[in-house]
């Protein structure tokens, strides 16, 4: 009911986004809400320091203001990749999301959420029921995702929760 539309691209790194939102992807557009999730693969393929990475979805979320004036930014933490904590690509991820709050502004329509917690198990590991190569969530991770984002889309379209 809410009229989605997913721009995601498999393999996406910050830099790719922000390249296809200055470039027409979303010429015309005027959504109210934009949903940003970005950062595992720039820290994953290409090595991207956390402080990179971090400037990285800075100028996604610059681009984005620019673009789309009138949208709220829900930015997602990236989320928790490899089995467990002591992973070191989700440890990488850990160090950028620790600074995620940095780049959330009520003022400026950028809001931040973290639902890492509802992909992992009581003893803080993932799994493979959800993402099954403990990185791209399958049908049961993306249920997961969707009832998990939820109640803070409904606060931020001020309409009723889907159940």
């Given amino acids: 009911h809410r009229k989605a539309l997913n721009l995601?691209?498999?393999g996406d790194r910050t830099e790719w986004v922000n390249w296809r939102l200055q470039n027409g992807e979303v010429a015309g557009l005027n959504p109210k809400l934009v949903v940003l999730m970005i950062g595992t693969n720039n820290t994953h393929v290409t090595k991207d320091a956390p402080e990179e990475t971090l400037a990285g979805i800075e100028s996604n979320l610059r681009t984005i203001r620019h673009q789309?004036?009138?949208?709220?930014?829900l930015l997602l933490s990236i989320?928790?990749?490899?089995?467990?904590a002591e992973d070191p690509l989700?440890?990488?991820n850990e160090r950028v999301n620790a600074r995620l709050p940095e780049l959330a502004d009520a003022d400026s329509a950028?809001?931040?959420?973290n639902i890492n917690e509802h992909f992992l198990d009581e003893s803080g590991r993932l799994p493979r029921a959800l993402m099954p190569?403990?990185?791209h969530p399958n049908t049961e991770g993306y249920k997961v995702w969707a009832a998990a984002m939820?109640?803070?889309l409904s606060a931020l379209f001020n309409d009723e929760p889907v159940q």
């Fill in 8 to 10: 995601g691209f498999g």
């Fill in 90 to 92: 989700r440890q990488i």
């Fill in 150 to 152: 939820e109640p803070t």
């Fill in 110 to 113: 950028v809001f931040l959420l």
């Fill in 133 to 135: 190569d403990l990185l």
């Fill in 79 to 84: 989320f928790p990749r490899g089995e467990g």
């Fill in 68 to 73: 789309m004036p009138n949208a709220k930014v």
